[in-house]
T-cell receptor, first 114, second 114 residues
Framework: EPEVTQTPSHQVTQMGQEVILRCVPISNHLYFYWYRQILGQKVEFLVSFYNNEISEKSEIFDDQFSVERPDGSNFTLKIRSTKLEDSAMYFC????????????FGPGTRLLVL | AQSVTQLDSQVPVFEEAPVELRCNYSSSVSVYLFWYVQYPNQGLQLLLKYLSGSTLVESINGFEAEFNKSQTSFHLRKPSVHISDTAEYFCAVSGTYNTDKLIFGTGTRLQVFP
């Protein structure tokens, strides 16, 4: 069964550094999402992406964040200058065009900012 | 805008006992409803969903949920739990437009004791 994959599984970085989190969505899916879960808190929406542009973003998704689908298979989330409060589990999700409303989640990347 | 309330942060239960995890939602538009499960150190997995039609939906591992529009609820039930059901359960809602994000509740930690 196809699945969403994410790399790396864990990342530790220093405050102020740039990080890129990578996701490979399911191959025939067209809608892509990033969510995050701060330890002990609920899963929060960050951004949705369709047709090579952002469809919607939350107030969390400020100018320090960006997303890209550089090569038709990868979907990346970049944080330009990480802050301590960016420490969280980041989940990528994807869904097909229509007729299937389920978002399929990857296993997540745990980001720790020191 | 939508919101989800999971009133129970933790539900302890003995093996083979029945369980109900409560979920209430708020929305001014039509919604889809989901339950996701997160096992320790893993990502989010879809447990079941309500899109339309029969208000009672079932999962392959014995869970069921009933959509109650008048009470704006989507409670999750299982008549007899197993140790392996120990996990975090998240209720989520989305609008019915294709790119709509998932809005999650705060989660309910189900702990099954032998």
């Amino acid at each position: 069964e196809p699945e969403v994959t994410q790399t790396p599984s864990h990342q530790v970085t220093q405050m102020g550094q740039e990080v890129i989190l990578r996701c490979v969505p399911i191959s025939n899916h067209l809608y892509f999402y990033w969510y995050r879960q701060i330890l002990g808190q609920k899963v929060e929406f960050l951004v949705s992406f369709y047709n090579n542009e952002i469809s919607e973003k939350s107030e969390i998704f400020d100018d320090q964040f960006s997303v890209e689908r550089p090569d038709g298979s990868n979907f990346t989330l970049k944080i330009r200058s990480t802050k301590l409060e960016d420490s969280a589990m980041y989940f990528c999700a994807s869904r097909p065009l229509a007729g299937e409303e389920t978002q399929y989640f990857g296993p997540g990347t745990r980001l720790l900012v020191l | 805008a939508q919101s989800v309330t999971q009133l129970d942060s933790q539900v302890p239960v003995f093996e083979e006992a029945p369980v109900e995890l409560r979920c209430n939602y708020s929305s001014s538009v039509s919604v889809y409803l989901f339950w996701y499960v997160q096992y320790p150190n893993q990502g989010l997995q879809l447990l079941l969903k309500y899109l339309s039609g029969s208000t009672l939906v079932e999962s392959i591992n014995g869970f069921e949920a009933e959509f109650n529009k008048s009470q704006t609820s989507f409670h999750l039930r299982k008549p007899s739990v197993h140790i392996s059901d120990t996990a975090e359960y998240f209720c989520a809602v989305s609008g019915t437009y294709n790119t709509d994000k998932l809005i999650f509740g705060t989660g309910t930690r189900l702990q099954v004791f032998p």
